[in-house]
């Protein structure tokens, strides 16, 4: 991509999303301008090639994207720190938790185009799985940004009132996913095997699993019925998980995050 993006924000996303892209090749390591307040923690960014600084202003003017990636409650305040910088020609992605394009594009202003994109921490290996939701950008803008998210997983455009729930399931959803293969690794070592080994299994059965799905774009049920032999030891484990609440745990721990969005502080 011969256009230079800005990342605000060099946190646990925005430097995910950095490795993402410059791994895939989407853009040159030069080409890639990465802030946060204590740049000695993008160190190996830095090493790359990227550049890493803390001037913000200086990293919006350089670029054409600009990916802002602060805690909610500093949003507002680095995109009036960059405004001057947000020329109309410029697109500016949000991956904010919580703060919506009306929001920004008060702080901004009219012009350029906007957009709020929701991926996960996957986006490091190129695995995230990303939801967009775009102001009023051109068509050929919102493919653009897609074809971006693409590079690094899986994108699709939703409407900007599912962005909380995209948050929860697809951003929240990787912490999710990971304490069940610990709770399953744990369970591993108890009937035998040793943590590292258990941890394996589990990881890779889990992947399995979602590649199923994946490919096949079956229901879970369809995958389950053929692991689940009759009188058999899953179905027995499966129902005692049941019993146990193992289902809808996992459903009012993604309302409680749901219901928590909207307390978070944007200002
Ligand atoms: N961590 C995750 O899995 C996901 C996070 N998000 C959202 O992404 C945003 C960032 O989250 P994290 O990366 O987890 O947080 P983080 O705290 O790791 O990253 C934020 C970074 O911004 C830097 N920063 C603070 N003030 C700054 C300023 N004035 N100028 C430039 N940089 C500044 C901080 O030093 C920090 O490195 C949040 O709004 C969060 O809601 C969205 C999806 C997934
Ligand atoms: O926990 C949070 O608030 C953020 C949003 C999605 C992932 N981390």
């Known amino acids: 991509m011969s256009r230079k993006i800005a990342i605000i924000g060099g946190g646990n996303l925005g430097s995910a999303i950095a490795f993402g892209l410059i791994d895939q090749s989407f853009i040159q390591a030069e080409s890639l301008f990465v802030t946060r307040r204590q740049i000695a923690k993008l160190g190996t960014l830095g090493e790359r090639g990227v550049n890493v600084l803390s ?14 990636a602060v805690k909610p409650h500093l949003a507002t305040k680095v995109l009036e720190e960059i405004k001057s910088a947000i020329t109309p020609d410029k697109t500016v992605i949000s991956v904010v938790t919580g703060v919506s394009l009306e929001q920004m594009r008060k702080a901004i202003g009219e012009g350029p185009a906007l957009f709020r994109a929701m991926p996960n921490t996957a986006i490091a290996i190129r695995e995230s799985m990303t939801c967009i939701a775009a102001a009023d950008a051109p068509e050929s803008t919102q493919k653009e940004v897609v074809e971006l998210f693409n590079q690094v997983g899986q994108a699709i455009i939703i409407n900007e009132e599912l962005m909380n729930s995209a948050t929860v399931l697809g951003a929240c959803g990787i912490a999710y996913a990971l304490r069940f293969i610990r709770a399953a690794s744990q ?51 499966l129902n005692e998980m049941e019993h146990q609440g193992f289902s809808s745990a996992l459903i009012k721990g993604i309302m409680t995050s749901y219901l928590k969005i909207d307390k978070i502080p944007t200002e």
């Open 55 to 68: 001037d913000n202003l200086f990293a919006a003017q350089q670029a054409e994207w600009i990916i802002i």
């Open 187 to 237: 369970g591993g070592i108890e009937i035998g095997f040793p943590a590292e080994v258990a941890q394996l299994i589990a990881s890779q059965t889990v992947k399995g699993a979602a590649s199923l799905l994946i490919e096949n774009k079956k229901h879970p049920e369809f995958e389950i019925d053929k692991v689940t032999t009759p009188q058999g030891c899953t179905i027995a484990g």
